[in-house]
């Protein structure tokens, strides 16, 4: 009983025997990868296909090829005076058309006309002014990775310098550097951290609400970034959300851990060009709850619901309007009330001696407009407005002393509204003088308006009871950052990125100028070294500002200026097969003017952003230090001949120091991170069935901690901690194991997918915080999730 679901699905696959077997085809555009105009009469082939199939992209750079057989295909593009580039194993199933979109180089050196032939590095960026520290990835990779979930966050936790927090969250640290320093951005728009049951102060949460259906190619930056982003001091998610097909309409249903999905794209009108893509989910958590899965949440069951979308308008010149937008709404109540005492809850984040309640959304809308001026100038222009709240109500739990124990009395203990609204515009330039040279400039505003109220119940010596506010505000301020970014070929061999970034905060009249620079020498075909450095700034989390002292009268943080960082990495590439890559990387990362406390402490800000709190500090002065440093190494086999292979290792050390001047670790650091994934797919008696098989192996550092002072808890009925001794313990060392299996049908006009995810097949118990429970007096282990078993079923026609 407890998986019918997931045999349910799988007997659906008979169904496949109804249909026969098709082909599909595959569009896309292709651009000038620095002024991205588009480029007409580029010839797109499909090697190895006989007869060859193949297709010239039209004045807008478009192109279409028909009749290719469902599989694997690589992918040559051509086009006089760029360098020619391939696109290996892009995988067409028969349900959907597949979009390629390419951008080219133009050449340093083009003789008689003659195109300059090149090895495609399969891991350039869409942004190529990153020199180091810079990774792409598609949706495929989303998918395909073990234990990702559809997730790019939890994807992203396989490379080089790239931890997790929490099984049971998609936070991320980067070499050492709290998941707060990371800056989402969207189609060129900056934005609130887009997962459901987020936080203010937090940049991740348990399930994410982008939907990986909807992106395209998109970057992933873990350091010494370009000028063109600011606002950030771990790295960037760049993501891209897909046009619709505008030629066709095309249906997706999905159904699996993260809900239940439903897809739909094509031509708003039939023979223009204008497109869209909406996709919608509903969680199916109740339903996995039934079968008893445990993801973390004990009895609780999480409830959210999200909405992608993204519209295409044509212009002339090459132009276009979009609108684009996400949203969702997301809900849970642990309840400690009904906690069943006579066995472990499996709860990660509830409590037996308290009732939470949580709500939260999240929204994003925006319109962008492109336009391509002349053959080397384009402009995009993209206005959005977003939103987030959260809303949470505690009530603490009085329990008697019967075996087991019953509920005595409950009390409302805290309460948390926070609202915050941003609106947001981005201007971007893209102009080249020549082959060799090239600009960007830019301009982001960013103003928020905010409505921010929690306080805590508190008991005085004389027993009158009272409220103390924590953080209490309205108000607004504004975030303006403008950048130029140049980038200079000396030769095919050598390229040097320079830019500049500056930006202003309204609220402390905060100002920063962030000067960057990276230089690349492939000295080789095949080998390169890359060297990147900058200086970077952030703004804290908008709530810190208004955190009122104890008497509750001011907001005592509104002075508070940017933290700033100081990126320096150098890196070694080495692509010794087509397929192949190796890379080693070193780093140092210095920061300062972290927000401590003026008193003598440990705290520092820098440990803050890893859960749903915000710390409750005031009177912060932006006095404290950090350091970051560490090696890493990555070799890569990509995706070729049905199998790839992923291994990556970080050894680092991340501290800090609060007002107290003494070196400490920081919360994340583990020390040392090794990742081992790969997969292999066969082709069953045709190649319209697939059967595949990932595997990955994880092990890291344990999570540091601050030990707990028994005795103080015992007397004060609630955890006290040894806060001269901050972080200076760590728990066992993390160890992981994941298996994906998956099976795929292409037939005429449809795929099915029939996906089994299980995580933590060994069931090893990774310990994920320690607690002190006051009603018994003890300190208690609480463990990361146990085996899990994520099925998924996916239809696409």
Do not use: C
């Not at 998986?3 to 696959?13: D, N, R």
């Not at 001091?233 to 999905?261: A, T």
């Not at 987030?388 to 409302?412: A, E, G």
């Amino acid at each position: 009983m407890k998986y019918f679901v997931l045999s349910t699905i799988f007997l659906l696959a008979g169904l496949s025997q109804i249909f026969s077997q098709g082909q599909q085809s595959i569009r896309g555009t292709v651009i000038d990868l620095d002024s991205k105009v588009p480029i007409p009469g580029a010839n797109i082939i499909i090697i190895g296909s006989d007869p060859i199939l193949g297709a010239t992209t039209d004045s807008n750079g478009q192109y279409v090829i028909n009749g290719v057989t469902t599989g694997r295909h690589t992918l040559k593009v051509r086009s006089i005076g760029y360098d020619e580039i391939m696109s290996t194993n892009a995988l067409v199933l028969s349900g959907k058309q597949l979009e390629l979109n390419f951008e080219m180089k133009e050449s340093l050196v083009v003789l008689n006309e003659v195109v300059v032939s090149s090895d495609h590095d399969k891991t350039e960026l869409n942004n190529d002014l990153t020199t180091v520290s810079g990774r792409t990835f598609n949706i495929e990779e989303t998918s395909r990775f073990a234990g990702s979930r559809n997730d790019v966050s939890r994807m992203a936790q396989n490379f080089a310098g790239v931890s997790n927090v929490s099984d049971a969250r998609n936070d991320i640290v980067i070499r050492g550097n709290s998941p707060a320093g990371l800056l989402w951005r969207l189609n060129g728009i900056d934005i609130p951290s887009p997962n459901h049951f987020s936080s203010f102060g937090s940049t991740g949460g348990p399930v994410s609400m982008l939907n990986n259906n909807t992106l395209t190619k998109s970057d992933f930056i873990t350091a010494a970034f370009p000028a063109t982003y600011g606002n950030a001091i771990g790295g960037v998610f760049d993501l891209q959300m897909r046009s619709g097909n505008s030629l066709k309409r095309e249906y997706l249903g999905q159904i699996g851990f993260n809900g239940l999905e439903f897809g739909a794209e094509g031509p708003i009108k039939k023979g223009k060009q204008a497109s869209f893509m909406i996709n919608y989910r509903y969680s199916t958590l109740q339903i996995f709850k039934a079968v008893g899965l445990n993801f973390g949440t004990g009895s609780a069951v999480p409830n959210y619901q999200d909405l992608n979308f993204k519209f295409n308008f044509p212009t002339a010149k090459a132009g276009k309007f979009s609108i684009f937008g996400l949203g969702g709404k997301s809900s849970i109540s642990f309840l400690g009330s009904e906690t069943d005492f006579s066995k472990s809850n499996g709860n990660l984040y509830g409590d037996e001696n308290a009732d939470l309640y949580d709500k939260t959304k999240t929204g994003v809308i925006g319109v962008s407009h492109s336009y391509v001026f002349s053959p080397n100038t384009s402009y995009k222009l993209t206005l959005a407005a977003s939103g987030t709240q959260t809303l949470i109500n505690i009530d603490s739990l009085n329990w008697t002393n019967d075996t087991p124990p019953k509920l005595n009395s409950s009390t409302p203990f805290f309460n948390q509204a926070f609202t915050q609204f941003q609106n947001s515009a981005h201007l971007v330039v893209n102009h080249k003088f020549s082959a060799s040279d090239m600009i960007v400039a830019g301009a982001i505003i960013n103003a928020y308006r905010v409505d921010f109220a929690d306080s805590v119940a508190k008991i005085s010596p004389s027993m009158n009871n009272y409220w103390r506010v924590i953080t209490k505000g309205s108000g607004n301020s504004t975030l303006t950052q403008g950048y130029l970014n140049w980038q200079h070929r000396f030769s095919e061999k050598l390229t040097l990125n320079l830019g500049a970034h500056t930006q202003y905060f309204s609220l402390g009249n905060a100002m920063a100028v962030e000067p960057r620079g990276g230089m690349k020498y492939q000295f080789t075909p095949r080998q390169s070294i890359s060297i990147g450095a900058g200086i970077h700034n952030q703004i804290q989390a908008l709530p810190v500002y208004y955190i009122k002292t104890n008497e509750g009268l001011a907001n005592s943080n509104q002075n508070l200026s940017f933290t700033r960082s100081k990126h320096l990495a150098v890196a070694y590439d080495f692509n010794f097969n087509r397929d192949f890559r190796l890379k080693l990387e070193t780093y140092y990362q210095s920061i300062d003017k972290a927000p401590v406390e003026q008193t003598s402490s440990p705290f520092s800000m820098l440990n803050a952003g890893a859960d749903f709190t915000i710390p409750d500090k005031f009177n912060l002065v932006n006095k404290g230090i950090g350091r970051n440093y560490g090696v890493e190494f990555t070799l890569e086999k990509f995706y070729s001949q049905q199998y790839y292979f992923l291994l990556t290792s970080s050894l680092f050390k991340s501290e800090y120091q609060g007002s107290d001047q003494i070196w400490r670790s920081t919360a994340f650091n583990g020390g040392y991170i090794v990742n081992l994934l790969g997969g292999k797919e066969w082709n069953l008696k045709s190649k319209d069935r697939t059967f595949g098989f990932s595997l990955k192996f994880t092990t890291a550092g344990g999570r540091r901690y601050t030990p707990i002072d028994v005795q103080r808890s015992m007397a004060a009925g609630q955890t006290i901690y040894l806060n001269d001794q901050a972080f200076s313990q760590q728990y066992p060392a993390y160890f992981r194991t994941d298996v994906r299996i998956v099976y795929r049908v292409n037939k005429n006009r449809i795929t099915m997918e029939w996906v089994l995810d299980v995580q933590n097949v060994t069931n090893h118990q990774n310990i994920f915080v320690q607690s002190f429970n006051p009603r018994t007096g003890t300190i208690n282990n609480q463990y990361q999730l146990g085996i899990f078993p994520v099925p998924q079923f996916r239809i696409l026609f």
